[in-house]
């Protein structure tokens, strides 16, 4: 299973930019990366998902270098609104007799954004 | 469109008892996955269904939890006879079957609280 490092908590001020770097040395060929983002007592939440290079969407950005062994979300001018448990997974894509690889969730990066 | 339901939300039993979780995917989504997070531990993935069928099961911990989904709606998740270690968040979540099911993101439901005294 590909498992994935991220720091375990982060702090920015409301107006920032944050990037939270996840790491995923032993990611395979056709494996997405995919980031969520929980908040207390609700389930995780889709943010963006990417392959290679860079994705883009109304909340947020994902950059993916060519080796793809790590990715970098980033969250544009966050808000307090913003605090939240963020998680990087990579999952295959490839469909199996035995069936896909169950996505892996690690410990997650913890954001405090603070006025 | 509506998103996946989980009830209860809370459960509060005592060990030895039996409970037995519910989940709604979105319509249309076969893909349904059961996870759980014990306190201060990662979330873990318990089983995913195709539809009616456990494509894989390889995350449930023991014989005492069983998952089931007649028809290939709803999904129950049964826990008989209860333990103490069992008592976490048990999240379920839904995507669209493609033909690489797992670049179809998953939407979750907010959880059932169990706790086992």
């Known amino acids: 299973l590909a498992k994935t490092t991220q720091p375990i908590s982060m702090d920015s001020y409301e107006g920032q930019e944050v990037n939270i770097t996840c790491s995923h040395n032993n990611i395979a060929t056709n494996d997405y990366i995919t980031w969520y983002q929980q908040f207390p007592s609700q389930g995780p939440r889709f943010i963006i998902q990417g392959y290679k290079t860079k994705v883009t969407n109304e909340v947020a950005s994902l950059f993916i270098p060519a080796d793809r062994k790590s990715s970098t979300l980033s969250l544009p001018r966050v808000s307090l609104s913003d605090t939240a448990v963020y998680y990087c997974l990579v999952g295959d894509n490839g469909v199996r007799v035995e069936g896909n690889t169950p996505l892996v969730f690690g410990k997650g990066t913890r954001l405090s954004v603070i006025a | 469109e509506a998103g996946v339901t989980q009830f209860p939300s809370h459960s509060v039993i005592e060990k030895g008892q039996t409970v037995t979780l519910r989940c709604d995917p979105i319509?249309?989504?076969?893909?349904l996955y059961w996870y759980r997070r014990v306190m201060g531990k990662e979330i873990k993935f318990l089983l995913h269904?195709?539809?009616?069928?456990?494509?894989?099961e390889s995350g449930m911990p023991n014989n005492r939890f069983l998952a089931e989904r007649t028809g290939g709606t709803y999904s129950t998740l049964k826990v008989q006879p209860a333990e103490l270690e069992d008592s976490g968040v048990y999240f379920c979540?839904?995507?669209?079957?493609?033909?690489?099911?797992?670049?179809?993101?998953?939407?979750f439901g907010n959880g059932t609280r169990l706790t086992v005294t």
């Open positions: 269904f195709v539809k009616e069928s456990k494509q894989d």
């Open positions: 979540a839904s995507s669209q079957v493609q033909r690489s099911p797992y670049n179809s993101p998953l939407h």
């Open positions: 319509s249309g989504h076969d893909n």
